[in-house]
């Protein structure tokens, strides 16, 4: 099957491996008339880019984006628009040894038992550097919404055992943080926690919270296509993902009805305020109008230093220390995979929820 | 949009509300030859019947089945199955009161702010008893995965703070628990907690975990239709989820690399075994062989008898008290639907996963 | 594979064999708001209706439409509308026969051949009944056109040798032709050709034209869902159909770019007047606001009582009479099917084009 | 809406416009392990690239694709395969003069009214050069077809009134006529009405047909997916095609049932050999195992440099002498193009295909 599009209505198609020839994105689907230069997509992809911190692999890749159709005169004119990053380093040789093992964690075995073969380069479509297409296609979903005043803004919640509440932090204390987490004292004892890390030749996981302002209500698909089910599919897409939660998440398990419920307290224009958001902003898989706030869970980098166990393509077993230096931590780089996927969703259902209503397509087609 | 169609290949369309005619589900693409009789989807239906124990709500309702279509001498026949559950009873007069104003966490706002009305009879389509559908294919997707050896199994894992591990009980004590959880004590207490929680009017949430287990490896597309991605949007379009894992889930937060990975130790006729099962059977949104673990957190009943705050629908603020005897618990009757919703996921993309390899495809047209 | 589905946002799926329970059809995607009553639909299942005139089938049904959700108070809600009607007859001892055998120009073989077994009562899911679920179906797309002030007009063009020209004739003959053909000195010459061809055991085939008035501008999907490429789907998924054209149709083969080009005249609201039609409405997939004009080629009625050559399931020649009196030609009652599948292929187009320019996405979002 | 993707399983999303940095196309869903080289792709382009004879524009564009990912090691990984060719000649300047006004029997009306303005070089997206991601996908698909011993061979069939029977003509001429009609004394006689076009400033249209040999029985998906439905959409999406046509096509609209039907003669390895093949392979839209044949209308080049009337963007009419050598005839260029499109539409199919029984499932997925 095919299992590189998303999206209904602004669909994106993603392509590339690791040590081919590029990475790119097609978006399907986008409205014509939305301002778009190649700057705009840039600045996205240079928060996911590595060799920023030293908590990232200091591959160095520019992953520069060239826009190759799709946009007319600084506008997009509503036909594909194709986005391509060259790869620049396709040094095959670094990973020729791991074509013949299995490494713990990763895809290798998996993507054999699937395909009968594979591209063992760098991890080939399984690769961290799938996720530029994401974050192109993101950039662009983004410049959608702002049209519309919405806003999607993702951080770190927590890294290991070091976690912030944003209700103690500020927003623009986000690109004071080398880890995105803004609360800068955090930030300061996660990067403690990452070098401990780092000299125990292991790796560390977190937790990235997004939340979307702006949001109208009456957006999302009973039944299978409600707005957190879309979310939950978007998100669980990226690579190392091993939870998500809207809202309350988890604890809602241990909470009550009367504690969990959010009262309503006024309408204002049509949209309900609420004295809690427990629901993250959705209810009964419709946005509500207030912030829709969700996480994910992202496991730590599987490539390892340490010594592991596991076995040859063969099934021999043998001991095996992943060489190359490899990102002791995802999450940072994965905040702005985080917003892409969220604000791709968004997008898709935006433009789904505009043919709910017989009387409000009637006046979008008088004349 | 439409967004009452799950699937791709295996492709189940549900409809209905809650006091309408009747609720029913169309499955298309239902492979031809599967031995199908009502009595084995009415086995799964009774599952999540109401009236079954005192923590579900007394309404009787017998929710009988009847395939009208795609069945022929026993076997199916490859064409659409079309399901349907009359319901029996329609007395709307019960539900008009709360056709003026708004319940807190209930989709009443949300639904009114999309389609201008909504049928405020007994929530609607946004009622429980749309899940009907759900576990009527899904009994369906079970007789799928029987015959490739394929068994999903659901049960409560949690009640509000009451929490069992399943490597401590056993599975022939599920049909003796009430609540559907398996080791006995506890369900017990978690009676226990349920009763004090109805005498505080008041109602209780909990976690789902579904094991799955003679999965082929090699099951999944990357990748945005990941296995994991799969039925994360699956379970997560259930209505009263708020959170969702795959495995360690949302522990792999603080867990370094070398804790999480899962070391391969032996091939066996092609699948790896594994040390732990961290991964929860998914390996770069692929299945590796190993069983799947997925935890799903369902919220508290939304509807309690205690006094709330709310607004009416034109926005005046007012206190309610919510009539009629509902569940205090939703998760008991969810477990059928989460073992529904997992092999729907399941039986769709085993379908889609026989074509990734053109030398199985060549073997298959192969005269 | 699934099948039984058709459209993106305006989306139907049918279930039903021609011998069990009944035929319906789901509709999902449908807006809110649009009143819906099943006397509407049933006007529209009445003209596919058998045993209306001597040249239908004598079989007796009454084809009765049961609306079972997605209509509350006299209007669609937005949720999934599900339309069934029950067979009367369910009288299989009829069709035993031809069980054993393959009937030439029938889906007997090829239904065998794809699923290794087949329902085969009056052809299971490849008779006509099928179509009850498109005209079902298509009565509610209709109800949108109408709010949009479009309307779909097919007719019968021609039957055997016997050809007419929508130019020379009524719209309101339309009624007064047993056969819905509108010319009718015409008509009564077809009714005589259908006359001798059932004199000699055999059956006719014929032209159905299409014409869609009050179209906007602009709607149609380039590259792959041109709008006349999706119209060509929809026709072409009606059983009998083995040819299709848009405006000029075949005859552009031998004409030249001066003879069919339209000339522009001028700009009316936005619309452009072209002083001919050959394009039939559409130029690059892309609605140009004059009037849509398809036809379809349906076959003779593959079911004669003619002796014809045939094999049994084991691969024997036989000599074969069908029994049972059949529909002598297929294309009166296919009139309204073809009508049907327009009218749903445009209300999918429509929806999917409100989501081609930002300017009028941010209007609609504008509170 | 999105409508650049074509297929369900075997998937293909389209890009670029006339001038501007080139085209492509990405595969998703292709199976792993079938041979790939960028040769095999090249020579179906070559076959549609311009300049090739005196029927076709003279502009040069050398049309050289390159593989940018999928392939490894000289064949298919399962992953998605983007093909690009990069545009050489991207003067504007050419073209800036039909910005002002809409060229009769072109897009350029409709893509405006659609998007509120348009990519105006070279036709931008609704340009000939748009076939280029079909032709190069075409060819992928025919890779795989052939590893099913399936050949799709279109040719053509006529040029204005010069009209050849394949019966009486060889394979091997295909190459020998410049405008690939199989049966050179009509391929000179069309050359002659071509010349004779040419001077007269005007353009020709005709007819493609394309026969598909090899193919299984039992392949395409009722009701809606039929075989021919999916063909006679995938053929309607080419830019210039009118008409469509299986088998018998609109002649069948004057023959009787008995004349109509295919008789059944055998059954030979499963396979029902038939006395005719007026059903074009087709039998309730499976197909039956033998030749596919369709047909195309393709319309004159609308481009004539004969004077015409029409409108300039703001509605007022002028009359103009469209500069520039175009294309005298579509047809030739066109026969690669409704090759590929049948190739993608039956790999698609064939790969949907293997869903359809529980008996080959259950071996498929046997150990």
Known sequence: ?????????????????????????????????????????????????????????????????????????????????????????????????????????????????????????????????????????????????????????????????????????????LSSSPIYMPDLTASAAAEEYLEATMQAHDSAGGVIECIVSGMPAGIGEPVFDKLDAALAKAIFSIGAVKGFEIGSGFAVANKRGSENNDAFLSLEHGVAQKQTNHAGGILGGISDGSEIILRAAIKATPSISATQQTVTRTGEPISVNIKGRHDPVIVPRAVVVVEAMTALTLADQLLCGMTARMDKIREFYKK
Request: charged share 25%; hydrophobic share 30%; proline share 4%.
């Open 1 to 173: 099957m095919s299992g590189s599009t998303f999206g209904t209505l602004f669909k994106i198609t993603t392509w590339g491996e690791s040590h081919g020839k590029g990475i790119g994105v097609v978006i399907d689907g986008c409205p014509a008339g939305i301002p778009l230069g190649e700057e705009m997509i840039q600045a996205y992809l240079n928060r996911r880019k590595p060799g920023q911190t030293r908590y990232s692999t200091p591959r160095k890749e520019n992953d520069l984006v060239t826009i190759q159709s799709g946009v007319f005169e600084g506008r997009t004119t509503g036909t594909p628009i194709s986005l391509a990053v060259l790869n620049e380093t396709q040094r095959s040789g670094d990973y020729s040894e791991i074509a013949g093992y299995y490494r713990p964690g990763h895809a290798d075995f998996t993507f054999d038992a699937k395909y009968g073969f594979r591209d063992y380069r760098g991890g080939g479509r399984s690769s961290g550097r799938e996720t530029i297409g994401r974050v192109a296609a993101g950039a662009v979903a983004c410049a959608l919404l702002k049209e519309l005043g919405i806003e999607v803004c993702a951080y770190t919640r927590s890294i290991g055992p070091i976690q912030i509440d944003y209700k103690n932090c500020k927003k623009e204390n």
